[in-house]
């Protein structure tokens, strides 16, 4: 069938190109990956091939296709309060560091969204509503349409503590059965935008940088480029959440281990 090949020299091209937007290095053993996120648009386009494709994506006009080619081949597996450990130790930050009012929090790959509504939740539950606001960011703007919808499946809200879903949550009806709502107070507490991590970030100092699941998809020097901004996106004292299969030893020497996973600026 259509798209489900893709030779060497389309695939180095298609590699080269995402790499080039994305900062992620598609391997050669993604290739099945990539057809299985891409065939479907050669379908819809009416491209016979890759090769075409690539040339559809090259089109100087066809900045909505080269974003759509970036989304489809970006990872976005999540779900609330996922590592719940983590937002455990967030409550003790709060309480030892940030007793006066709440912290700058940055969600800094933020996917379809519910890592940065958990964020707020537990904002939410040690500073009550306040003047605060949780910044959240992903590269894929289809993630952040996704997010910015707040309507998510109630197997990704399992980890949703039960007095957290009657506070923050909407049970959905009709054909939204199975499907749980960001409220509205909860939904105005996060700020989405699009943001590449290989860029120097320009939205303000952030207290604490969750930036989990993230660096596992770069090379060495795409991590030390992305944990340098995430360094000067910080004030003196600052802490950074990656994923539990994650670690800065041997890459980056300007954050200490303070907890699994977590990191305070040297």
């Not at 969600?107 to 904002?123: F, N, V």
């Not at 107070?185 to 989990?212: C, Q, S, T, W």
């Amino acid at each position: 069938m259509i798209g489900d090949f893709i030779s060497d020299q389309e695939f180095t091209c298609i590699a080269d190109f995402f790499k080039a937007e994305s900062g992620i290095h598609l391997r050669d053993h993604k290739k099945n990956l990539v057809c299985g996120r891409l065939n479907q648009r050669l379908r819809i386009l009416g491209l016979s091939s890759y090769g075409e494709y690539i040339e559809y994506l090259n089109v100087p006009n066809n900045k909505g296709e080269r974003n759509m080619c970036i989304d489809l081949l970006t990872t976005n597996e999540t779900y609330f309060f996922r590592e719940c450990k983590h937002f455990e130790k967030l409550a003790e930050l709060f309480t030892k560091y940030y007793q006066k009012s709440a912290p700058d929090i940055w969600c800094a790959a933020c996917s379809s969204g519910e890592e940065a509504y958990t964020l707020a939740m537990c904002t939410q539950e040690h500073y009550g509503h306040g003047n605060w606001v949780v910044r959240a960011s992903d590269i894929s703007e289809r993630m952040l349409d996704l997010a910015k919808k707040a309507i998510y499946s109630v197997h990704r809200a399992k980890n949703i503590p039960n007095e957290y879903l009657r506070k923050y949550c909407l049970n959905g009806v009709g054909e939204k059965t199975g499907y749980i709502m960001v409220n509205d107070e909860l939904y105005h507490k996060v700020n989405f935008f699009k943001n590449n991590l290989l860029v120097p970030y320009i939205g303000g100092k952030a207290d604490i940088i969750f930036l989990r699941n993230a660096l596992i998809y770069f090379e060495k020097d795409e991590k030390v480029k992305i944990l340098e901004n995430i360094y000067r996106a910080m004030p003196k004292q600052g802490f950074l959440f990656l994923g539990h299969s994650e670690s800065l030893n041997g890459v980056y020497d300007k954050f200490e281990s303070i907890a699994p996973a977590v990191y305070a600026k040297c």
